[in-house]
């Protein structure tokens, strides 16, 4: 059994690093729990991070981590939570390697694994020339020859979205053409070329797509498809705990939270793209340290008596 800690952090991406930098500077006793697999590792670049614009997201985390061992109240621990239950006055965090440990708070920052569309080839081109978000993407994308995967209400969008990095876009319907005639005139209106075969596989090769092809043997050259990629939780801890888990803008089952980042258990908080409903790096970075500062309030309240929720 480990010693009692004030805040279990669970997660070591942007959110849980950010938490534990504020938990360490208000010299709270913490302890970062990580398995060191965040979802955006798999792109090359962080796009419009101010700070780390075009760096790779490990280096990112290299650097939080080293930020870290400035502060001796706080631990990074390289491990998987098993599992987790309430106990009096805290937590127990059961850890793979057998081990457990007791915190009075506990901070979910475990993310979300990212979930495209099953199509073969796609995970040889993912994150780098497939991507979710032309936000983070675009600029490497700029100029190039893009298609949008997408049908239903999100086809016009999500075409429409790129037409602000390149002027050469195709819509793959993908076989499922639902698009209205005013639709249709709207995005011929802006460039974008409809095209309702279906999708049978994407061609390239190191990360770089050359082409699509369809059912009828048919390819086009793209340099990059944006897609859609629900959400989903990367960790089950969540609902061991209690937290409630719901259909979200982004997601089948984000961790709902308050405006203090609270769930609906005492003593359990959350940041980053685990309840988020817009997910990106600079966005988990910010929620990490409002989380924290909240987290250190409910502390203070149990020591000092400070008004508790903040006000």
Known sequence: MRDEWECAVIGGGAAGLSAALVLGRARRRTIVLD????????APVIGGLLGFDRRPPAELYAIGREELTAYPSVEYR????AGGRPVDNGFVLDLDDGDTVVAKRVLLTTGMSYCPPTLPGLADFW???VFQCPFCHGWEMRDKQLAALAHGAEAVHTALMLRGWTEDVVLLTDGRSELAPDERRLLQSAGVVVEDRRVVELLGEDGALAAVRFADGHQIERDGILVG???F???ALAEQLGGDLAPGPVGEAMLGVD???????????AAGDVCTKSPHVAGAIASGSEAAMIVVQSLLADEFGLPYPPT
Request: charged share 20%; glycine share 12%.
């Open 35 to 42: 398995d060191d697999d965040q979802s955006n590792r798999a």
């Open 78 to 81: 390289g491990a998987h939570v």
């Open 127 to 129: 994150g780098m020339s």
């Open 229 to 231: 990629a629900p959400l």
């Open 233 to 235: 939780p990367r960790s």
């Open 259 to 269: 405006h203090l980042h609270r769930t609906r258990v005492g003593g359990v908080f």
